[in-house]
């Protein structure tokens, strides 16, 4: 019980956030989690996975909406923030959809023109798709 308790303090407040990757390493020595190096055949397989999962969320581009606007005046979108998926039962997503906006204002006649920046979000949660 004690290991268990150990382990679930560490993944729910000594990791710091959801993002913080667990090596096998630190999982076998830190946690004292069972271990198992998958073999060159299986490591590809789930290296392709990753990659797979990698593209369809985007996980090399920075959320800038500057950028994702590439100058346009506005940008409507759907982000696949999470992936679910089951062989017998579909795809859960969890998807940010909306529209990025930039619009530019004076804020006095004398200044320069300001622009801002706007995340008109029109759904955030979860879609089931087959």
């Known amino acids: 019980m004690e290991k268990e308790d150990a382990i679930i303090k560490f993944l729910c407040s000594e990791s710091g956030s959801h993002d913080y990757s667990i090596r096998r390493k630190e999982a076998a020595e830190s946690l004292g989690l069972p271990i198992e190096k998958p073999s060159t055949a299986l490591y590809t397989i789930i290296k392709g996975i990753f990659d797979n999962i990698s593209k369809e969320l985007e996980l090399e581009n920075s959320y800038n909406p500057a950028i994702i606007l590439n100058g346009a005046d506005n940008y409507p979108y759907s982000f696949r923030r999470v992936l679910i998926e089951s062989l017998s039962n579909g795809t859960d997503v969890f998807l940010s959809e909306g529209e990025l906006i930039k ?23 979860w879609k089931h798709e087959n």
Do not use: K, V, Y
């Open 103 to 125: 619009q530019t204002f004076m804020p006095a006649p004398s200044m320069e023109p300001q622009i801002n920046l706007s995340d008109n979000r029109t759904f955030e949660g």
